[in-house]
């Protein structure tokens, strides 16, 4: 089974700063995709960013990037330069095999102006 | 494009009545499709998924139930509400299979009283 743990209830960051959210997995499979999905007052749930575990390469979307370690089952988002509309809740996620997407408890960003 | 339709928006229904919530979507073929609830402050739980249709895993026992008359439709329904039925429900949809991205719709509130 797919388990994934986000361990920061919840993160600030300072308008145009950096700030990086935490996310590990733990899967028995080899072939595996990851995700960082944004959720903000809407509830809609936006996806972020999506990594593929066969490359060996950090996504990057415009501000946003991963740190993904596999050895570490680690796969952290890290968002340049912050804006106020960067303000949500923020879930990882993790999908293989024939498992659907299973996601972790989220972390709540604030963006401090 | 694709996009992803969810109604009602919005729906306050008392204990013991039925519920039917709709998702369609839009400008693909044979999706695969998801029910998800969110409680309040909490994760994504998948509540069904479907390859086809007539073709639905159930994740969770529970009250509900969900069909898949058309390609691109797909309801979720119970026959007698309980409180803890409250929740936010997301449906989604992807394409080829579960290892795809998945796209989200506006979501459900549902408010059992």
């Known amino acids: 089974a797919q388990t994934v743990t986000q361990s920061q209830p919840e993160m600030s960051v300072q308008e145009a700063e950096t700030v990086t959210l935490s996310c590990t997995y733990d899967?028995?499979?080899?072939?595996?995709?990851l995700f960082w999905y944004k959720q903000p007052p809407s509830r809609q749930m936006i996806l972020v960013i999506r990594?593929?575990?066969?490359?060996?390469q950090n996504a990057t979307e415009n501000r946003f990037s991963v740190n993904f370690q596999k050895a570490a089952k680690s796969f952290s988002l890290k968002i340049s330069d912050s804006q106020l509309g960067d303000a949500a809740m923020y879930f990882c996620a993790s999908v293989s095999g024939n498992t659907p997407l299973v996601f972790g408890k989220g972390t709540r960003l604030s963006v401090i102006a | 494009s694709q996009t992803i339709h969810q109604w009602p928006a919005t729906l306050v229904q008392p204990v013991g009545s039925p519920l039917s919530l709709e998702c369609t979507v839009e400008?693909?073929?044979?999706?695969?499709l998801y029910w998800y609830r969110q409680a309040a402050g909490r994760g994504l739980q998948l509540l069904f998924y479907?390859?086809?249709?007539?073709?639905i895993s159930s994740e969770v026992p529970q009250n509900l139930s969900a069909s898949r008359p058309q390609d691109r439709q797909f309801i979720l329904s119970s026959k007698k509400l309980l409180l803890s039925d409250s929740g936010f429900y997301l449906c989604a949809w992807s394409i080829l299979g579960v290892m795809e991205t998945q796209y989200f719709g506006p979501g459900t509130r549902l408010l059992v009283l």
């Open positions: 479907s390859i086809g249709i007539d073709q």
């Open positions: 990594q593929e575990a066969y490359k060996q």
């Open positions: 899967t028995s499979e080899s072939d595996y995709y």
């Open positions: 400008g693909t073929s044979n999706p695969n």
